[in-house]
């Protein structure tokens, strides 16, 4: 089935200690984005990539970095995680945009030690 | 004001009645609108998107649309236990590339 991974489900990473979140789909989907949903909060969109054109939102800290070297591939880098980063990050995708809404990931729940 | 606006509940259900649930949006030209399922712990999961006003039925969802008011809701008939989740509202942005802005869900609790 198509679908949208993420790795890994459960990410445990010290303070400062960077880190990096992978996601890949099989949906062939030309935009990828990443979100950070905090408890009980709504998903917050941190950036996204259009085909190669990356795309940041304006309140992204710079902390919060990402790559896609390919088409299937987008990682989230974390240069330095602080506890206020503890998070459920999502991977999501979609083609040309949202008039057929996002397919996400199962998640990467992120907890900083 | 929040882009996007949703009680948060909990809303409470007895199994088998109607569970509404409602959302009201800022962007008046806002063009979809969706509904996402989320159970605790896990992603959020598409269920009902609609575009125009009026309502739009799949299965024991409705979802309806009133851009006039700028306000979409969730209706679930025969909820069962399972349903109970928290649903957030989606709506899509109108600035540059369009993307979807979340509210933080209601949450749904139905009781067997």
């Known amino acids: 089935d198509a679908m949208v991974i993420q790795n890994p489900r459960y990410q445990v990473t010290q303070f400062g200690k960077p880190v990096t979140l992978s996601c890949s789909q099989t949906?062939?989907?030309?935009?990828m984005y990443w979100y950070q949903q905090k408890s009980s909060q709504a998903p917050k969109l941190l950036f996204h990539?259009?085909?190669?054109?990356?795309?940041n939102e304006a309140d992204t800290p710079d902390n919060f970095q990402s790559r896609r070297p390919n088409t299937s591939f987008c990682f989230l880098d974390i240069r330095s995680p602080g506890l206020g980063d503890a998070a459920m990050y999502l991977c999501?995708?979609?083609?040309?945009?949202?008039?057929?809404?996002?397919?996400f990931g199962s998640g990467t729940r992120l907890t900083v030690v | 004001q929040k882009e996007v606006e949703q009680n948060s509940g909990p809303l409470s259900v007895p199994e088998g009645a109607i569970a509404s649930l409602n959302c009201t949006y800022s962007d008046r030209v806002s063009q979809s609108f969706f509904w996402y399922r989320q159970y605790s712990g896990k992603s959020p999961e598409l269920i009902m998107s609609?575009?125009?006003?009026g309502d739009k039925e799949d299965g024991r969802f409705t979802a309806q649309l009133n851009k006039a008011s700028q306000y979409v809701s969730l209706l679930i008939r025969d909820s069962q236990p399972s349903d109970s989740a928290t649903y957030l509202c989606a709506v899509t942005t109108n600035t540059g590339f369009q993307k979807l802005v979340f509210g933080t869900g209601t949450r749904l609790l139905v009781s067997p």
């Open positions: 990539y259009y085909d190669k054109d990356f795309n």
């Open positions: 999501a995708t979609s083609r040309d945009g949202t008039r057929y809404g996002y397919t």
């Open positions: 949906l062939n989907h030309n935009v």
């Open positions: 609609i575009y125009s006003n």
